[in-house]
């Protein structure tokens, strides 16, 4: 008698013969999703592929790549199309790494090493062969072998950055993903075949290509290429100085960890910083005209450190900064738009009163005396009871806010007396040379660290309220960063390996039970790649000061 199980999918009930992959059952599910099935929750918490076997009675909810989580695979997945894609057509002998960088636009920026030209024809036979793999429907297949194991086969496929990731892994398995022939590792879970994946485009971009894709909210749409040139260039700066100093990868970090002079290291990438700091300084001084400086970024990019920092530098070239934030501007509380929840948005540049703070800030200008109001957060009305304030021939604004790139916010000044600074953590880093870490996994670390030790949140807490912070960001923030004059890279090459420390053990109290677990889990399954760096390593100067602690700024 075979063995039937029962599978509900919301309010649909069918029965299926134990050991039927769950690939089966989502193609008759399908129809009650508008995107495509990548993976599968067979629990509330419990994440899975689609080669899985149903072992039992079930209900259970898929994930589509309309997800956060399935887009996160769909991409993984293209990620090793690719590469599969690239030795197919250039051949092993003429690319000695292929490395998918970060993240530009909507897709990824990625290099080859070795003696292949990059060229347009390249890239559409590298296409042709992706979307021909994409048509023959190849498993994508997965194995688990151990560690050990591990580390010879990436040394056999001269994968390096591989083999040196896995010589400091605690895990005693090792998972394996492959197209054919050809294998690889790759941090996350994949589709079940290359059927999958048949939306994205290459484009020949710099010194190398972009791979573009779709996003969340249009899954079989591949978006035109708009490149992001000063982002670009601050990305690449970063990457380059990592190379000079042999750290492209985790494994690098690693072996700088366990056999080097940590302190040494971690001088260096702060000399870095500091430089960038005093050379956006000296530009403000030489140009003369300006008086306000306007700084934004997102969340957790160090924006109150760096103004600091840069307060200081501007001091030793002979400038006076003054602080405010933009923040004292928002609306009375009865003016504050509301989301389509009802609450109070915080984040529009409708809460700010636009106009006070552009009359306000043109009298200072003119050399007009004012007061600078305080807002009271308590009361939700701005008050004025602060002391008559105006600015001398030395004096600059440093403001600090999430609209500051924003040109509306100061429509009314004059473009000679603004310089527009974007801030951001983006992570030069990556753990080999075809996982690349998302700027927002360090950033939301930062978060997870500063929330706990400055507001008493817990881990659950800032993961649960981070979708929300994201959102701001992508409607408020990143549309407006190519408007800035000046960018600068805050995060620290090493960074992670010491908030590994931290945030470990907030991650760990995570209940099972709960939404925010499965995020938990996958950032303590990436900060295990990491070996650990003492903080009594970084200076109370540092930016990363500011989510520790320790730091002389006081934040």
Same mark, same amino acid.
């Given at each position: 008698?075979?063995?039937?199980?029962?599978?509900?999918?919301?309010?649909?009930?069918?029965?299926?013969?134990?050991? @039927?992959?769950?690939?089966? #059952?989502?193609?008759?599910?399908?129809?009650?999703?508008?995107?495509?099935?990548?993976?599968?929750? @067979?629990?509330?918490?419990?994440?899975?592929?689609?080669?899985?076997?149903?072992?039992?009675?079930?209900?259970?909810?898929?994930?589509? +790549?309309?997800?956060?989580?399935?887009?996160?695979?769909?991409?993984?997945?293209?990620?090793?199309?690719?590469?599969? %894609?690239?030795?197919?057509?250039?051949?092993?002998?003429?690319?000695?790494?292929?490395? &998918?960088?970060?993240?530009?636009?909507?897709?990824?920026?990625?290099?080859?090493?070795?003696? +292949?030209?990059?060229?347009?024809?390249?890239?559409?036979?590298?296409?042709?062969?992706?979307?021909?793999?994409?048509?023959?429907?190849?498993?994508?297949?997965?194995?688990?072998?151990?560690?050990?194991?591990?580390?010879?086969?990436?040394?056999? !496929?001269?994968?390096?950055?591989?083999?040196?990731?896995?010589?400091?892994?605690?895990?005693?398995?090792?998972?394996? !993903?492959?197209?054919?022939?050809?294998?690889?590792?790759?941090?996350?879970?994949?589709?079940?075949?290359?059927?999958?994946?048949?939306?994205?485009?290459?484009?020949?971009?710099?010194?190398?290509?972009?791979?573009?894709?779709? @996003?969340?909210?249009?899954?079989?749409?591949?978006?035109?290429?708009?490149?992001?040139?000063?982002?670009?260039?601050?990305?690449?700066?970063?990457?380059?100085?990592?190379?000079?100093?042999?750290?492209?990868?985790?494994?690098?970090?690693?072996?700088?960890?366990?056999?080097?002079? +940590?302190?040494?290291?971690?001088?260096?990438?702060?000399?870095?910083?500091?430089?960038?700091?005093?050379?956006?300084?000296?530009?403000?001084? /030489?140009?003369? /005209?300006?008086?306000?400086?306007? #700084?934004?970024?997102?969340?957790?990019?160090?924006?109150?450190? =760096?103004?600091?920092?840069?307060?200081?530098?501007?001091?030793? *070239?002979?400038?006076?900064?003054?602080? &405010?934030?933009?923040?004292?501007?928002?609306?009375?509380?009865?003016?504050?738009?509301?989301?389509?929840?009802?609450?109070? *948005?915080?984040?529009?540049?409708?809460? #700010?009163?636009?106009?006070?703070?552009?009359?306000?800030?043109?009298?200072?200008?003119?050399?007009?005396?004012?007061?600078?109001?305080?807002?009271?957060?308590?009361?939700?009305?701005?008050?004025?009871?602060?002391?008559?304030?105006?600015?001398?021939?030395?004096? $600059?604004? +440093?403001?600090?806010? #999430?609209?500051?790139?924003?040109?509306?916010?100061?429509?009314?000044?004059? %473009?000679?007396?603004?310089?527009?600074?974007?801030?951001?953590?983006?992570?030069?880093?990556?753990?080999?040379?075809?996982?690349?870490?998302? @700027?927002?996994?360090?950033?939301?670390?930062?978060?997870?660290?500063?929330?706990?030790?400055?507001?008493?949140?817990?881990?659950?807490?800032?993961?649960?309220?981070?979708?929300?912070?994201?959102?701001?960001?992508?409607?408020?923030?990143?549309?407006?960063?190519?408007?800035?004059?000046?960018?600068?890279?805050?995060?620290?090459?090493?960074?992670? %390996?010491?908030?590994?420390?931290?945030?470990?053990?907030?991650?760990?109290? $995570?209940?099972?039970?709960?939404?925010?677990?499965?995020?938990?889990?996958?950032?303590?399954?990436?900060?295990?790649?990491?070996?650990?760096?003492? /903080?009594? *390593?970084?200076?109370?100067?540092?930016?990363?000061?500011? =989510? $520790?602690?320790?730091?002389?700024?006081?934040?």
């Amino acid at each position: 008698m075979t063995d039937m199980c029962r599978v509900k999918v919301k309010d649909q009930m069918r029965e299926y013969e134990r050991g @039927t992959t769950y690939q089966k #059952i989502a193609e008759d599910f399908q129809f009650l999703y508008q995107d495509r099935i990548v993976l599968v929750f @067979t629990e509330p918490f419990r994440l899975q592929e689609l080669h899985k076997r149903l072992d039992g009675d079930r209900e259970i909810s898929f994930v589509t +790549v309309g997800d956060p989580i399935g887009m996160k695979t769909y991409k993984r997945s293209i990620c090793l199309l690719l590469v599969k %894609a690239i030795y197919d057509v250039a051949g092993h002998d003429r690319v000695r790494k292929a490395r &998918i960088l970060y993240s530009i636009d909507k897709g990824y920026y990625c290099k080859l090493d070795g003696k +292949v030209q990059v060229n347009q024809e390249f890239l559409e036979a590298v296409a042709a062969r992706m979307h021909e793999m994409a048509e023959e429907a190849l498993p994508i297949k997965k194995r688990s072998i151990n560690t050990e194991e591990a580390v010879k086969l990436f040394e056999k !496929y001269e994968m390096y950055d591989k083999m040196h990731l896995f010589e400091y892994r605690r895990v005693s398995r090792v998972n394996i !993903y492959s197209i054919n022939e050809f294998e690889d590792y790759y941090y996350g879970y994949m589709v079940p075949d290359t059927s999958y994946l048949k939306f994205f485009s290459l484009h020949l971009y710099n010194e190398g290509f972009v791979i573009q894709m779709p @996003t969340t909210e249009a899954t079989t749409v591949v978006p035109e290429f708009h490149p992001q040139e000063k982002l670009f260039q601050v990305l690449k700066e970063s990457t380059e100085w990592g190379d000079l100093q042999d750290i492209e990868t985790v494994g690098a970090l690693n072996d700088m960890a366990a056999h080097q002079d +940590v302190r040494t290291a971690v001088l260096v990438q702060e000399a870095f910083q500091e430089r960038k700091i005093s050379e956006i300084a000296q530009m403000i001084a /030489s140009k003369g /005209s300006v008086k306000i400086i306007l #700084i934004a970024g997102p969340s957790s990019s160090g924006k109150t450190t =760096f103004s600091h920092r840069l307060s200081v530098q501007l001091a030793v *070239n002979g400038l006076q900064p003054h602080p &405010i934030a933009v923040d004292n501007y928002f609306v009375d509380r009865e003016n504050t738009p509301k989301d389509e929840f009802g609450n109070y *948005n915080f984040e529009c540049i409708e809460a #700010i009163d636009v106009e006070a703070f552009n009359r306000d800030m043109s009298d200072l200008l003119a050399g007009k005396e004012i007061i600078i109001p305080t807002f009271d957060f308590k009361s939700g009305h701005r008050n004025y009871s602060g002391k008559p304030f105006k600015i001398a021939e030395n004096d $600059v604004l +440093v403001i600090e806010g #999430i609209h500051c790139l924003n040109p509306k916010l100061t429509e009314k000044l004059p %473009a000679a007396n603004k310089l527009k600074i974007y801030i951001s953590a983006l992570t030069q880093l990556n753990i080999d040379e075809h996982n690349r870490i998302p @700027t927002t996994d360090g950033r939301l670390i930062r978060r997870i660290v500063r929330d706990a030790r400055t507001r008493g949140t817990s881990a659950q807490q800032t993961i649960a309220m981070w979708p929300s912070v994201r959102r701001g960001e992508e409607k408020n923030i990143f549309p407006f960063q190519e408007e800035a004059d000046v960018m600068f890279n805050s995060a620290l090459i090493y960074e992670l %390996a010491v908030l590994k420390q931290y945030v470990e053990p907030m991650l760990f109290g $995570v209940e099972k039970n709960c939404a925010e677990y499965l995020e938990a889990k996958r950032l303590l399954k990436f900060l295990d790649y990491f070996v650990g760096i003492n /903080s009594e *390593n970084i200076p109370n100067t540092s930016l990363l000061r500011e =989510f $520790v602690g320790g730091g002389c700024f006081d934040v």
